[in-house]
């Protein structure tokens, strides 16, 4: 990249990183730990069903949108990466004062931030694998790198409360109808589907802007 491109990349790895701390800082806020302080265990206790973790099915759509859209407008490994990197930072210090007590040790901090680093990391991946492959419509490339983003996302959340706090698997709700895992049957789709929308909206917009 020359120096013009590398401003350019500078430029929108800042907006698209700002804009995504802040919204899954408010997401988070709001799905897990203020639903999770009126609920336990994972947040299942009558009548809110397990209001808590239930961000991470509810924000792929924006996610997808914000990370996908700034990989398509650069056109450059890492910037999912990138993204990612600027709330595993800040989020370290935050999880660790809410946590720390919860969690096995420390490790369990960095564990929460290296699975967020490793969800964007899929997206570039995802990303740089299908637009070698010219049969792959472009649209379909951007919506299916949003699905994985999401999916990565899902699975180390789940990998994280099973292994990095101290009641691990041991907290029954965890699986009950009505908590985060027990109604995965429908919300791990509804989450797919949002998130290939939201690499979709991503490819639109990008077109829509070269146009402009």
């Known amino acids: 990249m ?3 491109e ?3 990349f500078i430029k929108i790895w800042l907006i698209a990183s700002t804009i995504f701390m802040m919204f899954l800082t408010v997401s988070i806020f709001f799905w897990d ?3 999770g302080m009126e609920t336990q265990g994972f947040g299942v206790l009558d009548p809110y069903k397990g209001m808590g973790m239930f961000y991470v099915y509810n924000i792929s759509y924006f996610a997808s949108l914000i990370v996908v859209f700034a990989i398509l407008r650069t056109d450059q490994f890492g910037m999912g990466f990138l ?3 600027p709330y595993a ?3 370290f210090f935050v999880e660790y004062y809410f946590e720390i007590d919860a969690l096995i040790s420390v490790w369990g901090v960095i564990g929460y931030c290296a699975f967020g680093l490793l969800s964007g990391l899929s997206a570039d991946i995802t990303y740089k694998l299908l637009n070698e492959n010219s049969s792959i419509k472009k649209p379909i490339i951007a919506g299916l790198s949003g699905i994985i983003m999401s999916l ?3 699975l180390t ?3 994280a409360i099973g292994f990095f706090y101290k009641a691990g698997w041991g ?3 965890f699986t009950e109808p009505g908590s985060f895992l027990g109604v995965s049957y429908f919300m791990v789709p509804w989450m797919l589907i949002n998130a290939f929308f939201g690499g979709f909206t991503a490819y639109a917009l990008n077109c829509f802007l070269k146009k402009g």
């Open 33 to 35: 730990f203020y639903s």
């Open 171 to 173: 907290a029954g709700s």
């Open 83 to 85: 993204i990612w990197l």
């Open 152 to 154: 990565v996302y899902f």
């Open 6 to 8: 590398k401003k350019r």
């Open 2 to 4: 020359n120096l013009g």
């Open 157 to 159: 959340v789940i990998i």
């Open 89 to 91: 930072i800040i989020g």
